[in-house]
């Protein structure tokens, strides 16, 4: 484990410059002979997507100068590179969230880290929530769209400075999901014969760490999130921010309580 400047301290994780994400994406290039051009983002339980990697190289985030590291079980907390087919990719086992006390510069880290290596589509997994009555446990959404509750209350990823080398100062986020992918997501879930349990919708991001209440459940669904979460929207907005293509996938793990009947509340 490297000890140069006390990198993974939280005190030193609120600014993450260009200089920052320079020396981490020359210390990852320089080691290793995988050139990316996709992105994953494993989200809660999911890092298996990384299984099936060819050709595999691993780096612990512990190892990796500046690079945020995961506290949250499940979260295997390594960057793999491989291929998967013909497709050279990078697999987050793992990500970090703002409810474990990191700056959402530092959430959204790797993304930048990608961006620079030549990384042009990431894909974000995540586990979350149900609040659409038509959902079931084990359905798997593709966000569509996202509502960013942190964000409205000033917890944003793009706060501060801007740097032009990475984005502009006001992006537009109506397209932050690409259509085309989506597109293409459900016609091989069709071909592999999955669309009884692929849906779409909105995914609405919330702090955390607690589940919701049933009140804050019922807002949520008035407002038209379809499942509720506490990550994927940071990553997904400096994405955009960065000129990549992506793609969001959403493991529905359990439905939301949105009455007050005796059943359990809340969503992994």
Known sequence: MHTEGNMHTKENSCCCSFEDCKLTTDWLLSRTRHRPKIAVVCGSGLGLLADDVTNKQTFSYEDIPNFPVSTVPGHEGRLVFGHVNDKACVFMQGRVHLYEGYSLCKVTFPVRIFKLMGVETIIVTNASGGLCEDFKVGDIMLIKDHINLPGFAGQHPLCGPNDERFGIRFPCMSDAYSKDLRKLAMSVSSDLGYSNF??????????????????????????????????????????????????GISLITNKVSLDYSPRGEGQP
């Open 198 to 247: 692929m849906r779409e919708g909105v995914y609405c991001m919330v702090s955390g760490p607690n589940f919701e209440t049933i009140a804050e459940a019922r807002m949520l669904h008035v407002l038209g999130s379809d499942s509720v979460g506490m990550s994927t929207v940071p990553e997904v907005t400096v994405a955009k921010h960065c000129g990549l293509r992506a793609l």
